[in-house]
C-alpha cells in the first residue's frame, strides 16, 4: 500500500520557523524523486522543493536559501526545514512522490504565518 503521512504543520510567527516531515511507504520513497508542494486559498497548487533518491535537490525560487529538503533513507521520510517565513508562505503542503506515471499525494498540513 502506497502511503505518504505529513506532519509538523502549525502555526508560527513571520521570521519564525517549521519542519515538515513526510512518512512514505517504501515502495514510493525509493521509486522517484520525492516533493514539497503548497496550495494557498484560492491559487493553484505549486511547487516547493524536490528531491532526488541520490539527494540532487531543486527549490522555487520564493523559497531558496530559506527552505531546505532533505530525506533520511533509514525512517523512509523526507524533511522540509522552513526558516524565516513569511506570511505568504502560508498554505496547506503536501507531500508527493510518484511510481511509474501515477503521482501519490498525502492528506497534508497546514501551515499558518502570522504577521
Known amino acids: 500500500q502506497v502511503q505518504l503521512v505529513e506532519s509538523g504543520g502549525g502555526l508560527v510567527q513571520a521570521g519564525g520557523s517549521l519542519r515538515l516531515s513526510c512518512a512514505a511507504s517504501?515502495?514510493?520513497?525509493?521509486?522517484?524523486?520525492m516533493g514539497w508542494y503548497r496550495q494557498a486559498p484560492g491559487k493553484q497548487r505549486e511547487l516547493v522543493a524536490t528531491?532526488?533518491?541520490?539527494?540532487?535537490?531543486n527549490y522555487a525560487d520564493s523559497v531558496k536559501g530559506r527552505f531546505t529538503i532533505s530525506r533520511d533513507n533509514a525512517k523512509n521520510t523526507v524533511y522540509l526545514q522552513m526558516n524565516t517565513l513569511k506570511p505568504e508562505d502560508t498554505a496547506v503542503y503536501f507531500c508527493?512522490?510518484?511510481?511509474?506515471?501515477?503521482?501519490?499525494w498525502g492528506q497534508g498540513t497546514q501551515v499558518t504565518v502570522s504577521a
Open positions: 508527493s512522490g510518484r511510481i511509474g506515471s501515477r503521482d501519490y
Open positions: 528531491i532526488s533518491s541520490g539527494g540532487y535537490t
Open positions: 517504501k515502495a514510493i520513497f525509493y521509486s522517484n524523486a
